[in-house]
């Protein structure tokens, strides 16, 4: 997938926003700007973004504050890059307990800001290949970490053994998993599983996952695969 990559860039100063923006674009990211953390809360799908530039200091709701709400209130772990003029040691790691992945101080040269930017997007691009991941596309959200299926924000209902079959094949999308593949890496063996309870139990995640379903694709006399297309 050659999809641009998209950041979100949240200063209260418009003028550093649209700097940022014009370099970023120039790099070849897709980007888009707000100018207050309420504006990220009311406007956009942060989901749908690949890295957050955050000032600190803004009025009403700090970035501090916001990081923290997109931590622990919204589940997401999409990387965040502070923007401060403040360094010192308690705010460094205020940043960082509130869920921060780098810091760039103000004033900052575009050099540096694009340096640090592909440093962690490269760093978050090996740690969702682990175990611990957050998958995405359009309003799904898969956090593997915290084992939470969101879409449009609302927690999804599934069981321990639906969600690991999802994460499975979402991993590894467009490999076709055998039947007796995913009761070995499901159900460990367990010689009560049948390849109708797999058929059962994808079954009921297309329909908890509702217009998502269609990408587990059946194939007749293979299995299944995770296609989003």
């Known amino acids: ?15 550093i926003c649209e700097i940022l923006q014009f370099n970023l674009k120039s790099e070849g990211y897709e980007t888009e700007i707000a100018l207050s953390a309420e ?38 772990k999409i990387p ?31 050099n540096e800001v694009i340096v640090r930017i592909k440093a962690v997007l490269k760093r978050y691009k090996r740690k969702i290949s682990n175990d611990n991941f957050i998958y995405k596309i359009d309003k799904l959200i898969l956090n593997y970490d915290n084992k939470i299926i969101k879409i449009d924000n609302k927690r999804i209902a599934l069981t321990k053994k639906e969600f690991e079959i999802l994460a499975l094949f979402v991993k590894k999308p467009e490999k076709i998993f055998s039947r007796y593949e995913i009761m070995q890496k499901i ?25 998502y379903g269609k990408f587990i694709k059946s194939k007749t006399g293979y299995g299944y695969s995770f296609e989003p297309i």
Not at 3 to 15: N, P, T
């Open 1 to 15: 997938m050659n999809e641009k990559q998209k950041i979100l860039i949240v200063d209260d100063e418009e003028d």
């Open 39 to 76: 504006e990220v809360i009311t406007n956009k799908k942060i989901e749908s973004f690949d890295l957050i530039l955050l000032d600190v200091m803004m009025e009403k709701m700090s970035g501090f504050q916001l990081a923290e709400k997109i931590r622990k209130e919204m589940l997401l």
């Open 80 to 110: 965040i890059i502070f923007l401060t003029a403040k360094t010192t040691e308690n705010n460094l790691l205020t940043g960082f307990r509130v869920g921060g992945d780098d810091y760039i101080k103000k004033p900052f040269s575009i």
């Open 187 to 211: 159900w460990n063996y367990d010689t009560f599983v049948t390849d109708r309870t797999v058929d059962v139990h994808i079954t009921r995640i297309r329909k908890k996952i509702g217009k």
